[in-house]
């Protein structure tokens, strides 16, 4: 079997609108029920969405789903020790948000625009 760029397989696991932020939410809160995770989340992602993403970071054994066995039914999603293992870069691409963030918007708003100040 070829091995593969390192990136591209974290990409493949992270990629997406959605997981790198309830990654990031778990790994803040150690653990939310589904509905504390959606409004967590801004309640800007639909209870679908959610539910998939959750299932594939479980298929992928990043998170866990942790059912307490009471009626009414008590279910948790926490973040595997597998999981836990993203922290590093989780905190990484956190502080590169918060160090880019004001040029990212100066570059969308004005498209064609790069970032750099030497393109003309």
Wanted: hydrophobic share 35%; proline share 3%; net charge positive.
């Amino acid at each position: 079997m070829e091995s593969r760029v390192g990136i591209s397989v974290t990409l493949e696991v992270v990629c997406g609108k959605w997981k790198g932020l309830i990654l990031w939410k778990l790994l803040q809160d150690e653990s939310l029920r589904f509905n504390a995770l959606r409004r967590s989340l801004d309640g800007n992602i639909s209870s679908r969405i959610l539910a998939r993403e959750l299932k594939q970071l479980m298929n992928d054994g990043l998170v866990e789903r942790i059912d307490h066995q009471t009626v009414p039914p008590h279910v948790e999603y926490r973040l595997s020790s597998y999981g836990r293992s993203t922290a590093s870069f989780l905190h990484a691409m956190n502080q590169w948000g918060i160090k880019h963030q004001e040029e990212m918007r100066a570059v969308q708003s004005y498209p064609g625009r790069t970032g750099d100040e030497s393109t003309p």
